[in-house]
């Protein structure tokens, strides 16, 4: 996927990722709509999450809709409680039944081991909604340090999983390219 978001944009996206002064700087400027030098230098967080956003979309444009579907659910949600779901379930992601799901909405359930994902995903959906119940919209206000790592570990996270299940899906294409040239190589070959 870094191929994929060096197309998208600059990789200083993980390098922000990665350093806490910078991310905390660039939270700052995204929640409260201003720029800073830094910009020109590395990705923002709502460059970031406009990324995130992109990815999605080409996940539903490549056949992953259910992915999709996920990510529109969490991103409407009003609150990031995932409740579990009752009996025998099957995990909008891996299709596989299971007693131990979470309900995402009325109609999506996933296995509880995508629950941290859940709510990271919600979290970096919401920083806005977040900020504001806790006091967040005044003009002085500042992100502690705490919370904004919270929200760069979190950013982070979804964007490496992001980056896995890219790499699986192109790495299941190109084999399937391959697959597809040998029998053609072996259908000219017997003619």
Known sequence: MIL???HCLQIGCYEMLNTHSIFRVELQDYLHGSTTQLQNKYASVQGTLCLIDLVFDMFRD??????YNV???VKLKADP????ANGWNTCALSKLPSLHCVRVDTRIT???KYCKWLQCL??????????QQRGGARSDANVNAQDADVYRKSMLF?????EHVYTHVMLANARKIDVAEDTEKQNTQSI
């Open 4 to 6: 994929c978001m060096q």
């Open 110 to 112: 996933m296995h509880n």
């Open 71 to 73: 990510y529109m659910s």
């Open 81 to 84: 409680i995932f409740e579990k």
């Open 158 to 162: 979804v964007l490496q999983s992001l």
């Open 62 to 67: 490549i056949g992953l809709s259910m992915h």
């Open 122 to 131: 919600w979290l970096i959906t919401h920083i806005h909604e977040v900020e």
